[in-house]
């Protein structure tokens, strides 16, 4: 905790690490939906499944139609596929 | 509830919401941290968050009794401690050393004296173990007792020690102990760090070292999801659990892919934990400082778990005479504090040859460095850091040193990782027998080496050395910084396997 390089970080106001936090999210999910909505349909049966299939269900289609699951899809495909094949 | 996963993003975003919103209303925010916390540990399992709370309900009372009573009554403040230390120890050795007690020490002791007795004997023994086993296998060991434990013991002792006091009140000591980004799997962060955080509650006027926070959660996560599950799926758990099937050079391989995976396992929660404390406005020691760099043991104990090391060093090491007391008995307390840490760290034999494996050599690496001195003339005390390195090597040496303790400690992760002592004996012996045995060498492939050189690059983020990037990072814009770290998140995702194995350090 003393370490002599702390004083020396200059932070980050809260108010900009929630516009941070909040923009993070909200990517996160716009990029990741149709991955995260295919995990769940993997999922056993049951209402636990069925709530967040709903929930994911509407980001999921926004991220199609808006092609906003190429990247992790381009990411998967060129280099993640190769190393988890 | 495992930081890797959507139910954690979810969750931790809207404690994130929460917390900063009820900035104003300082109690209504303990108590809504203090639900959180209990709500990510009652998640797995609500009936040990109610003993999480009777914990934090009981050492916050034997706190409060030691500080009130006078200095005359220094025997009644003694007795309040001794009630703590049983309590805390006793949760712990219930549900961690109950089994191996008993199935493992008691047990066999009994079978040998029945054999002796006789056939009526055997027979009764055979009938109380039907009895035992179903009520043994009952006990379900509660995720990050020994963390918890700890940080409960370290801050009785502290009050009984004088050296802190207790906290204002007894939301604030429960915020300490069952603080949900640390409670599992540490840092064990000590009261006199946390406690006035949880007292005073970040403003919502500070400033928050949000660049280092999301370099350190991003950085965990790749550590986890891309390097630790691979190496743990495609060398070390293969490696592991069938050694007679491969070759030596595939095997040091998974030796070699093990003690990186404990590496990127264990540091990715630590830096998880850290960053995302950070976020809340709470700051955490550092746990780990590029550990396979030391040059000596000693210097890899400074530099791995820093907070169990530490915790052992002040709490056990230095109470059972430290180096005070001479050569011989400094031995005995190095051998009793690595016994006791390798018991932490597991109930299982293994376990307590791993410690006794660390605290032999490190006894040996004293006597080296001392007689060194003697022979010539350095002064330097064999307590410093780093020991062993700065009185006998310089420049190339410390090179050689490196190598030689990296490899020393990939050894003792054999024994952490075997499990049995004859899995130990199978694995030495498929090294020893290089291509003998086996000869196809079929786990050195470009990728396996690239993931093994890649985790044992991610040491050099450890610590402050990538200070400047923290720096500029949280000097960008908000939305900037959140677009980048969505960004580079996506990309982690894609590369990491489907579905994330829980943590090793969540076993302890």
Known sequence: ?85 | MLFPTAVFALFFFAVFAAHWSLAAWPRTRKAFLLCASLFFYGYWSWKFALMLLASALFNHAAARRMHALPVPEASKKRCWLVAALVFNLGLLGFWKYTGFLIGDVILPILRMASIRIGPDAVQWLVGFQEELFPVLSRIILPVGISFFTFQALSYVIDVYRGKTVPAASWLDFANYLAFFSQLVAGPIVRAKDLVPQMEQMPHRASSLDSGRAAFLILSGLFKKTVLANWLASRLADPVFAWPAAYSGPDVLLGVYGYAIQIYCDFSAYSDIAIGTALLLGFKFPDNFNAPYLATSLQDFWRRWHISLSTWLRDYLYIPLGGSRRGTSRTAVNLLITFLLGGLWHGAAWTFLLWGAFHGVYLILERAFVTGWQRLFGSRTDPDSAPGLSKVVFAGAGRFFARIWVFHLVCFSWILFRAGEVELVREMLGAIAAWRNAVSEVVLWETTAVLIVITGFITQFFDGRRLWRLYQGMSRLPGWLLGAIAALVLTVILALGPEGVAPFIYFQF
């Open chain 1, 1 to 85: 905790m003393s370490n002599p390089h702390e004083e020396k970080t200059s932070g980050m106001p809260v108010r900009r690490t929630i516009v941070a936090v909040t923009v993070f999210y909200a990517l996160v999910l716009a990029l990741n939906a149709v991955a995260l909505h295919e995990s769940i349909e993997r999922q056993p049966f049951g209402p636990a499944r069925t709530f967040w299939l709903s929930v994911t269900g509407p980001p999921a289609a926004a991220s199609r139609a808006l092609r906003l699951d190429r990247p992790r899809e381009f990411v998967n495909k060129t280099l993640g596929s190769r190393i988890n094949h």
